[in-house]
């Protein structure tokens, strides 16, 4: 078993040793029969070539001749020519998987005054209706990205109502007594909803929104704790009884301010946050955090509202009347109009 390389090179003759030695008139150029036998050679060559890359499942296609002589040609060997070839047959047809962006998504706006829609990040788009979404853990960079955002809704609208949408994981002391300051300062009445959790910091920020416009959703928790140290402790023992004394008259101070916006009496207060806990919706409207839940307007679970056969969620069609047949296979009412 040769192989077609091994076919292709008994194909051609091979000359004579007379034939083979030069003579003196000839030595300069080859003959026409020396011509003739390498392009049968080539001939040969290239049909041998085509036929191993037509043909992969040949029992010729793994003899160790034609390897050997299609490395011979400058090549790699088979195998690994035949590899690389579905290699890249299988990245070629494989297709980039359709992800979720990774940056702010992108809606259309239309500016006042203008004809014509342009695409805007749905944070600037949110801003335009005075709607600030807090979702990060608040430390200096995002506290001064809030009050420069609240100081630029006052600069342009001192009357209208600013909305704080909270999901906060956690906060520091002093940048979240900064955005407490930015919020107590602006004339703007400010409204604040907690859509997920509000830890430590954050629920005294919503806590600290204008009375009367305090909200979060029924499945809302505020986890309600002091605040520690902002860092690691390190350094002379002196330095360090000052850094735990300025912590704790924060976390006094925030007591003070949170009984005050609660109602809840400092002693209370003092008592309560002794040790982490758990305010649910219901529990924190109870203990002054919020003002309200908000309560969507119909359950899906509701009866009332079940989605029948032959009406679209809860709502009658023209065409039938669903309290007398069921849409489905029944014979519909018509009625007029």
């Not at 940056?103 to 695409?119: L, N, R």
Request: glycine share 8%; hydrophobic share 35%.
């Amino acid at each position: 078993d040769l192989g077609p390389f091994g076919a292709a090179m008994c194909l051609v003759p091979r000359p004579s040793s007379s034939a083979m030695e030069p003579s003196p008139a000839s030595s300069s150029r080859p003959t026409s029969s020396h011509l003739s036998r390498r392009f049968l050679a080539c001939l040969c060559l290239c049909s041998a070539v085509s036929s191993l890359a037509s043909t992969t499942d040949a029992p010729w296609a793994r003899s160790r001749g034609s390897e050997a002589a299609f490395r011979s040609l400058g090549g790699s060997s088979l195998r690994e020519s035949m590899r690389r070839r579905r290699g890249r047959t299988q990245m070629g047809a494989r297709r980039t998987p359709v992800m979720m962006p990774s940056t702010t998504p992108q809606v259309p706006y239309k500016p006042p005054g203008s004809d014509f829609y342009t695409w805007v990040d749905l944070n600037t788009r949110l801003l335009r209706d005075r709607v600030i979404f807090v979702g990060r853990f608040l430390d200096e960079e995002a506290a001064n990205q809030i009050i420069a955002t609240l100081l630029y809704l006052r600069s342009e609208d001192s009357t209208r109502p600013i909305s704080l949408y909270m999901n906060v994981p956690g906060a520091l002391m002093k940048p979240s007594l900064a955005i407490y300051d930015a919020m107590i300062g602006v004339e703007c009445p400010i409204s604040t909803l907690n859509l997920g959790l509000a830890t430590g910091m954050g629920a005294f920020l919503c806590a600290a929104g204008t009375p009367g416009q305090r909200f979060c959703l029924p499945n809302a928790r505020f986890l309600m704790q002091k605040t520690g140290m902002e860092e690691g402790m390190r350094g002379q023992a002196t330095d360090l009884a000052i850094d735990v004394a300025e912590n704790y008259k924060d976390n006094e101070r925030m007591l003070a301010k949170l009984a005050q916006h609660t109602g809840q009496s400092l002693t209370k207060i003092k008592k309560d946050f002794e040790r982490d806990f758990y305010l649910t919706a219901n529990e924190a409207k109870l203990y002054g955090v919020v003002d309200k839940v908000l309560l969507p307007k119909y359950s899906r679970s509701d009866p009332a509202m079940r989605a029948e056969f032959g009406r679209f969620e809860g709502e009658p069609q023209r065409y039938q009347d669903y309290r007398e047949s069921s849409g489905w296979g029944g014979a519909p009412s018509y009625t007029k109009g």
